[in-house]
């Protein structure tokens, strides 16, 4: 009967082996996801070990961005045509291969390459590794296989800029890319090890070629204009147009032919669904706002508050220990109870997180900036379990793989363009607030002159105390420009809510499927 077939396991393992196994899948998530933003706070040393400047540093990010958004989509062909722990075995040998590679990468333009590698060959992880997870547990726990991958997925991208600090302080920066050795090979080695003999089946289908050039060419162009646009100025340079027009151009002709072509790269069938359709856009609205923040708030402590990289992630920390702490439990529960209040739940916990991070100001202490961070941590383990288990709701089993490559594709899309925003506008509202205070004060004010004096006194010259009086005119203005993006992330996860109830009550058992027999 068609509900035996769904209610049991696809992949028959002991419980030890189901757990090994499971933790391997984990640690697959978690390496990809990590290789995301472990760079970011490496660049300036990386430029400046290869004889590079910091702005093209920044390829480092971009290569492998542009690559791994290529390949995502792609994930769903792969798998029906190759099989599922193939591929994801394959994907896992090859990024760990890549990441060797640009640990001992001899030059920028070598490094370059091997990141332009890394992120081709690790777009089927995420997917691959969701699709195992579910795959292994019964209907009635597979709430707890999402948890299992949402801790991961959440906890990698507060963790990247943490290790990232650390090991170039105290080590080199090769070392972010090399640890990721060990644990590749060991991911391969447990994950092929337990599935290879229960391979899900396969056919020759073919491979859309044209459609997969429209793709390089749009999502190519796309990333590379998100990723060089704030320091190209954005539309004021000719560059940005023309990759503007390239990246819109080539979405509308590719989605034209994927809507025509027999086999495509992205079946645009799957949004007749209006629980995918709801629960893709809840994923990319609801992570940009998670991501946004995880970018503004280090970039605010170490730019503005003289915070450390290693500090700056330690804030961070209570978020993933929460995550971990959670998540467990939530995917018990999202078995048994209606996923949408939890998904409600998750965004009123998202929006009140970032609502205490606008009260924030620039001589909070650390334990200050924790407490949102918390609260983070509750909303995001009730985040991923519950609206993927909104999305697949009602997707047959055998198009799961296909259905969460273009979820995950459009969610990692949805955190480049909140990167992207959020960085943009985090600088132009601290030039408006900074030109503001500037109009709003008259250095013959008494009470500035009071201030300077104070300084001159303490034994600054004329011209320091002024400065000092600069920087901390300059420091305000980024502190406003923090708290304006905290509170437009207040709204928009609050507004997430009502729109979760747009689906309907999700059927577990049906709903959180697993890959095709």
């Known amino acids: 009967?068609?509900?035996?077939?769904?209610?049991?396991?696809?992949?028959?393992?002991?419980?030890?082996?189901?757990?090994?196994?499971?933790?391997?899948?984990?640690?697959?998530?978690?390496?990809?996801?990590?290789?995301?933003?472990?760079?970011?706070?490496?660049?300036?040393?990386?430029?400046?070990s290869l004889g590079v400047s910091p702005n093209q540093g920044t390829w480092v990010i971009?290569?492998?961005?542009?690559?791994n958004g290529i390949s995502v989509p792609l994930t769903g062909w792969l798998m029906q045509r190759y099989g599922v722990v193939r591929t994801f075995v394959v994907s896992v040998a090859l990024f760990t291969l890549a990441s060797f590679l640009c640990g001992m990468a001899w030059s920028f333009e070598s490094l370059i390459a091997f990141r332009v590698m890394q992120g081709a060959v690790s777009g089927p992880m995420i997917p691959g590794s969701q699709t195992l997870?579910?795959?292994?547990?019964?209907?009635?726990?597979?709430?707890?296989?999402?948890?299992?991958?949402?801790?991961?997925?959440?906890?990698?991208?507060?963790?990247?800029?943490?290790?990232?600090?650390?090991?170039?302080?105290?080590?080199?920066?090769?070392?972010?890319?090399?640890?990721?050795?060990?644990?590749?090979?060991?991911?391969?080695?447990?994950?092929w090890r337990a599935l290879h003999r229960q391979e899900?089946?396969?056919?020759?289908?073919?491979?859309?070629?044209?459609?997969?050039?429209?793709?390089?060419?749009?999502?190519?162009a796309l990333q590379i204009m998100l990723d060089t646009g704030k320091d190209e100025g954005w539309f004021d340079s000719t560059q940005i147009i023309?990759?503007?027009?390239?990246?819109?151009?080539?979405?509308?002709?590719?989605?034209?032919?994927?809507?025509?072509?027999?086999?495509?790269?992205?079946?645009?069938?799957?949004?007749?669904?209006?629980?995918?359709?709801?629960?893709?856009?809840?994923?990319?609205?609801?992570?940009?706002?998670?991501?946004?923040?995880?970018?503004?708030?280090?970039?605010?402590?170490?730019?503005?508050?003289?915070?450390?990289?290693?500090?700056?992630?330690l804030v961070q920390a209570p978020a993933g220990v929460m995550a971990l702490v959670l998540a467990p439990f939530i995917g018990r529960l999202v078995s048994r109870y209606d996923a949408r209040w939890f998904a409600s739940v998750a965004f009123v916990a998202l929006g009140f997180s970032v609502y205490l991070r606008a009260q924030l100001n620039s001589q909070a202490a650390f334990a200050d900036f924790m407490i949102p961070m918390i609260v983070q941590g509750v909303a995001m383990a009730f985040f991923f379990v519950a609206v993927i288990t909104l999305q697949l709701d009602g997707i047959p089993p055998q198009r799961i793989p296909a259905a969460t490559s273009i979820?995950?594709?459009?969610?990692?899309?949805?955190?480049?363009?909140?990167?992207?925003?959020?960085?943009t506008t985090w600088?132009?509202?601290?030039?408006?607030?900074?030109?503001?205070?500037?109009?709003?004060?008259?250095?013959?004010?008494?009470?500035?002159?009071?201030?300077?004096?104070?300084?001159?006194?303490?034994?600054?010259?004329?011209?320091?105390?002024v400065g000092a009086l600069t920087r901390g005119?300059?420091?305000?203005?980024?502190?406003?420009s923090s708290l304006d993006v905290f509170w437009v992330s207040t709204w928009l996860a609050l507004a997430l809510v009502p729109l979760v109830w747009l689906t309907r009550r999700p059927q577990v058992a049906s709903g959180i499927a697993t890959a095709a027999e």
């Not at 049991?8 to 393992?13: F, N, V």
């Not at 499971?22 to 760079?39: E, H, K, N, Y």
């Not at 709430?143 to 990232?164: D, E, F, N």
């Open 1 to 48: 009967m068609p509900n035996q077939a769904v209610n049991r396991p696809l992949i028959a393992l002991p419980a030890g082996t189901r757990g090994l196994t499971a933790f391997a899948l984990a640690l697959g998530t978690f390496m990809q996801v990590l290789d995301t933003t472990i760079a970011n706070v490496s660049l300036p040393t990386i430029a400046g």
């Open 62 to 67: 971009t290569s492998f961005a542009v690559a």
């Open 133 to 191: 997870l579910m795959s292994i547990f019964p209907a009635s726990r597979r709430g707890m296989a999402l948890a299992i991958w949402s801790m991961t997925t959440l906890v990698a991208p507060i963790m990247g800029p943490l290790l990232g600090g650390y090991i170039s302080d105290e080590y080199s920066w090769p070392w972010i890319f090399l640890i990721n050795v060990p644990f590749g090979l060991l991911t391969a080695f447990v994950c």
């Open 200 to 220: 899900t089946a396969t056919r020759a289908i073919p491979v859309d070629g044209i459609g997969l050039a429209m793709l390089v060419v749009w999502v190519g």
């Open 242 to 313: 023309v990759l503007s027009l390239v990246s819109l151009i080539g979405f509308v002709a590719f989605m034209i032919w994927q809507y025509y072509e027999e086999h495509p790269i992205v079946d645009l069938t799957f949004f007749r669904n209006r629980n995918f359709t709801v629960g893709v856009f809840l994923t990319c609205v609801g992570y940009a706002v998670f991501f946004a923040n995880v970018v503004i708030l280090p970039l605010w402590l170490q730019t503005q508050l003289g915070y450390t990289a290693t500090w700056a992630g």
């Open 407 to 423: 979820s995950n594709f459009l969610r990692i899309t949805a955190a480049a363009f909140a990167t992207s925003i959020a960085t």
């Open 427 to 465: 600088d132009n509202r601290a030039a408006l607030h900074q030109s503001r205070l500037a109009e709003s004060s008259d250095l013959y004010d008494p009470t500035l002159q009071h201030f300077l004096a104070t300084l001159q006194g303490a034994g600054l010259s004329g011209d320091q105390a």
């Open 473 to 480: 005119m300059v420091e305000q203005s980024y502190m406003l």
